[in-house]
């Protein structure tokens, strides 16, 4: 005998191959089966009759038949008085009387020993029997009452032999083999994959929190941004609005300083002296018209404005300090005294130009004649009527 093995097994199959594929032995066969010549009578009817069998399982696979142990007695109750209903009992013997022989007991001990031993027989063999219906009716219920079954594909069986006559054929049976052996590795690694799928878990939970702490601290470093814009736009303004308000400052402060100035040259001049002499009059020289001399008298000094007593306007019949200048002025009309007003507000108002000497005033019939003196080092004004 050949041990034919997968390394050897080509070689062997070419060779019977060769031997066996022979004409004589196809038309044997042909002639056996009846297909050449044709022969209807050449299978017998009896080979047809397992292939009739619509199920290779039977359905009782231990026949019920009732043991002679027990007896059959046809059943009296009306809830099986449709169907055939038996009952069934264990027939003993008679129980023996009081004075019974010792020997009489043994045989009947034996009797009921023998009893009770076919009955326990008999009880194995039916509960293996509702074993196996049990079985049967599992099956058949699960046929009946199971829904869109999903059949799996049907793996290559690797036992046996194997027809190695393509790559295609040897690729499934790989794939087989492989199927197998990778679902034995993923049953062995389930543990250590439970711990990677919870490590991947903890690690993906770990980059969501730092994405949202990086989300939350670009929020905050956009809205301190926007603040400090807004800040230093607001400082800007701020500063804007400073300088506009010291500028206007400035240019009111410099008005009112040359409106202020203006009205001192026009409503008001500023002199000072001691005494007056009487009879003066209006001269260039030191040397007055009359050769008088200021009055020894007339003393105290005073602030007044000299064009304002020339033009009667201004703050010229009393000067700002203390004391008294005494004149000897005559006009037409003797003013009569009268209380001194309130005082208003200095509204800024443009005033007529001022002449810049004394030249330049034009008598009136109120002042005749004004001379001017230096005595004492201070300027004297003579005024004469």
């Known amino acids: 005998m050949i041990e034919i093995t997968k390394f050897n097994l080509l070689k062997h199959y070419a060779t019977a191959r060769d031997s066996a594929f022979q004409k004589t032995t196809v038309l044997s066969a ?25 199920t290779t399982r039977s359905a009782q696979p231990i026949p019920a038949r009732l043991a002679p142990t027990f007896v059959p007695t046809p059943s009296t109750s009306s809830a099986s008085a449709d169907s055939e209903a038996i009952q069934l009992h264990i027939p003993i013997p008679a129980k023996l009387p009081k004075d019974a022989s010792k020997k009489a007991l043994q045989v009947q001990n034996e009797e009921l020993r023998n009893i009770v031993g076919d009955a326990s027989h008999e009880m194995s063999k039916a509960y293996g029997q509702m074993k196996l219906m049990d079985h049967e009716n599992e099956l058949l219920r699960q046929q009946l009452f199971a829904k869109d079954q999903k059949r ?10 194997r027809l190695m006559t393509s790559g295609a054929m040897l690729d499934e049976l790989a794939k087989g083999v492989w199927a197998q052996l990778i679902s034995e590795v993923h049953k062995e690694a389930k543990p250590k994959f439970r711990i990677a799928r919870a490590v991947i878990a903890e690690h993906e939970k770990q980059e969501e929190t730092e994405r949202k702490a990086r989300e939350k601290a670009e929020k905050a470093k956009e809205k301190a941004r926007l603040k400090e814009a807004r800040a230093q736009e607001e400082a800007k303004k701020r500063e804007e609005k400073r300088k506009m308000l010291k500028e206007e400052r400035e240019r ?22 001691r005494g007056a002499v009487p009879g003066a009059s209006i ?68 005033e007529p130009a001022v002449p810049s000497t004394l030249e330049e005033i034009e008598p009136t019939n109120i002042i005749h004649t004004v001379n001017t003196e230096v005595w004492g080092g201070c300027d004297v004004l003579h005024f004469v009527g």
């Open 152 to 161: 799996g594909k049907k793996a290559v069986n690797s036992n046996g032999p």
């Open 252 to 273: 009111k402060r410099k008005e009112k300083v040359t409106q202020v100035s203006r009205g001192r040259r026009t409503k008001r001049g500023h002199g000072r002296g």
């Open 30 to 54: 042909f002639e056996k089966t009846g297909i050449w010549p044709f022969n209807r009578s050449a299978i017998p009817a009896s080979a047809y009759e397992p292939s009739k069998n619509s």
């Open 283 to 350: 001269s260039d020289d030191n040397d007055s018209d009359t050769g008088g001399k200021p009055d020894q008298r007339s003393g105290g000094r005073g602030r007044g404005s000299v064009r304002g007593r020339v033009r009667g306007r201004g703050r010229g019949q009393r000067g700002r300090g203390r004391g008294r200048v005494q004149t000897n002025v005559q006009t037409q009309t003797q003013p009569q005294p009268q209380p001194r007003p309130r005082p208003r507000p200095n509204y800024k108002q443009t």
